[in-house]
């Protein structure tokens, strides 16, 4: 009877506790040696810590990478999307003035969808775009003008951004300098910010 008692408690709080879960829960009873232990599967989750004792500076600047990423993360996305959809329509072009015409179109499309609120992100924004850009497709924003608008338009954007203190050959380094961003990036991914 001593033992009996709390063995039902746990077995309540277990199944009550499986039960709130949401996702698929599983459970098994293994018997060892006239002894039946109950497991039971649950989803993962991932946690998140939180420094208490960071400055109030630390926090600040954090949040507004946040605010920042989370502002220009859809434009990176956009902008691999739209580069794989005009990828293939460059493929398929027959000669170099058909191809120039569908850049001249797709630029058109860009700035007339974007072009407005575009310009009206802030120089932090701006950067981080960059990298996002990189990281959605592999290039960097100058490799993008190189292959897309020629080497000469690419040299003009690159010493025009320089002059603004942008750099268009910046590579993402998500293990490195951009770690903030790519786990920034993450739980936008997961849904978590």
């Excluded at 459970?27 to 960071?54: C, F, G, H, M």
């Excluded at 600047?61 to 691999?80: D, E, F, S």
């Excluded at 690419?154 to 603004?164: C, D, E, K, M």
Aim: proline share 2%.
């Amino acid at each position: 009877m001593k033992h009996f008692l709390p063995g039902v408690v746990f077995f309540v709080l277990l199944f009550f506790s499986a039960r709130a879960m949401a996702g698929t829960v599983s459970s098994v009873t293994i018997i060892r040696q006239a002894d039946s232990i109950p497991t039971v599967n649950l989803k993962e989750i991932e946690v998140i810590s939180r420094k208490n004792s960071v400055s109030y500076w630390t926090r600040w600047r954090l949040n507004r990478l946040i605010r920042n990423v989370k502002k220009v993360y859809p434009y990176a996305k956009t902008a691999g999307a739209l580069l794989r959809i005009y990828d293939v329509r460059l493929k398929h072009a027959k000669n170099d003035a058909e191809r120039k015409k569908i850049m001249k179109q797709a630029e058109a499309e860009i700035k007339q969808r974007y072009g407005g609120s575009l310009k009206k992100l802030t120089f932090t924004q701006g950067i981080i775009l960059i990298k996002l850009i990189d990281r959605e497709t592999g290039n960097t924003s100058y490799g993008l003008l190189q292959q897309l608008r020629g080497k000469f338009t690419a040299f003009f954007y690159q010493a025009f951004a320089r002059v603004w203190g942008y750099n268009l050959k910046a590579r993402y380094d998500p293990k490195g300098r951009d770690r903030e961003i790519e786990a920034i990036v993450k739980l936008i991914e997961a849904g978590k910010l």
